[in-house]
């Protein structure tokens, strides 16, 4: 068996030529014994896996690459197979869609107690709510790979090195970072604006003329596959998912009425929390609250969101650019950020920074007496005083 899975493994590699790195990389204690990397389909995480196992291989490291979705394994018992990969003075074990093995969560327990191996493995995001209530999440690391940020997309796209920034930074040097960034002979607002529309999975450098289809595909199949095989929600029933995704396109995140997306989904209100939940758990939509505290905190989101303005422009008709701005923003910042909405202004961040989303010429009323307040501003590539670029909040990550 052993054999199969390395002239597999080679076989891939020989076809495989990415060179460039996610964000993760930089994120991520290799030396851990467990390793989970998290995320939607199409964000990269097999690519990532390849790209260790690359590193792996020119150390002299012995490795196997797994994908358990492999046909061939169907019956064939994961601890026998580890068993012997260890025995043949296996070090790393590699492993691509757990989700598709059964009982997953006790094999890789097993695995972590009884192997002296390190294991590094990939899964639908919806894979966290299961891993959060099993002994499992006491062994592994996780990490969440998104999508690509906008500093991401510019830099694959232009072959170029553009830094990161924390919030900070952006906040209170954006003059001297939008500078640094427009020195790059980049048309940076014709550049943010074809990431809002197809920037965000990486898969779209391959797949340029047929883009949307494959997002919906692979959307779809986060549904029917991954979210069914996990026993989250019954095959009939996906149907639903779906048709509440394209309900959230025709409601503002300003005003969520539950009833009407529950009416127009055919979804009880009683299910409807729980499909929500799924979905933004596989980075489909995006939540978020008012800062809330103790037994007044609501478990309902205050705003629905797409996950992402791909997503808008994928499923939505004329989506209003409010909204398109107001995704970007939540999207990138709620990566590693504490997001909430605001009665004043649009957002907070960490609960300390007042943010109001708008458009060039938008002013300070909504936030004037306000501590820490900024307005994000779109279609203007430098900005003043406390007024940033919306841009910016790409190269945060």
């Known amino acids: 068996m052993i054999d199969n899975l390395l002239k597999y493994q080679n076989r891939l590699l020989k076809t495989f030529k990415i060179e460039y790195r996610r964000y993760i990389f930089d994120e991520i204690n290799f030396d851990d014994k467990m390793i989970a990397i998290f995320g939607a389909r199409g964000v990269g995480k097999t690519t990532t896996l390849f790209q260790y196992l690359l ?42 869609e757990v989700h598709r093995y059964n009982d997953f969560s006790s094999y890789l327990k097993t695995i972590y107690d009884l192997f002296d191996i390190n294991v590094i ?22 990490y969440n790979l998104y999508g690509f940020s906008f500093r991401e997309f510019l830099e694959i796209k232009h072959n170029i090195k553009l830094d990161k920034y924390n919030i900070e930074d952006i906040l209170n040097d954006h003059i001297t970072i939008s500078n640094n960034i427009i020195d790059k002979n980049l048309n940076i607002l014709k550049e943010f604006k074809e990431y809002l529309e197809i920037g965000y999975y990486p898969f779209y450098f391959d797949k340029k003329t047929s883009y949307y289809q ?29 048709k509440l995704l394209e309900v959230v396109c025709q409601s503002s995140p ?25 979905l933004n758990d596989g980075q489909m939509l995006l939540l978020l609250d008012e800062p809330i505290k103790g037994i007044k905190k609501i478990n309902k989101p205050a ?15 004329n989506s209003k650019t409010g909204t398109i701005r107001e995704t ?11 997001l909430h909405i605001s009665n004043k202004g649009d957002f907070t961040i ?46 945060l990550y």
């Open 55 to 96: 590193e792996l291989q020119s150390k002299n490291k012995n490795v196997l690459y797994i994908s358990l979705d492999y046909p061939f394994l169907s019956g064939v018992d994961l601890i026998d197979i580890v068993e012997e990969f260890v025995d043949n003075g296996g070090e790393y074990l590699l492993l691509d």
């Open 328 to 338: 970007f923003f939540a999207n990138q910042v709620s990566q590693n950020h504490k």
């Open 254 to 278: 300003f005003e969520v009425n539950y009833t009407k997306i529950a009416t127009a989904s055919e979804i009880s209100r009683a299910k409807l929390y729980d499909y929500i939940t799924f």
């Open 121 to 142: 493995f990939t899964s639908s995001s919806a894979t966290s709510l299961l891993n959060a209530k099993s002994d499992l999440s006491r062994r592994v690391t996780l």
């Open 303 to 317: 705003k629905i969101y797409l996950n992402n303005t791909n997503l808008l422009f994928a499923y939505c008709q």
């Open 350 to 395: 960490d609960t300390k920074y007042h943010l109001e989303i708008g458009g060039k010429n938008k002013g300070f009323e909504q936030i004037k007496d306000m501590e820490d307040s900024f307005v994000v501003a779109d279609d203007i590539k430098i900005g003043n005083g406390n007024k940033v670029p919306l841009f910016l909040f790409g190269f």
């Open 214 to 242: 494959n997002l919906i595909n692979t959307i779809n199949l986060t549904i029917d596959l991954d979210l069914t095989t996990l026993g989250l929600i019954e095959q009939k029933y996906t149907y639903k998912l779906k």
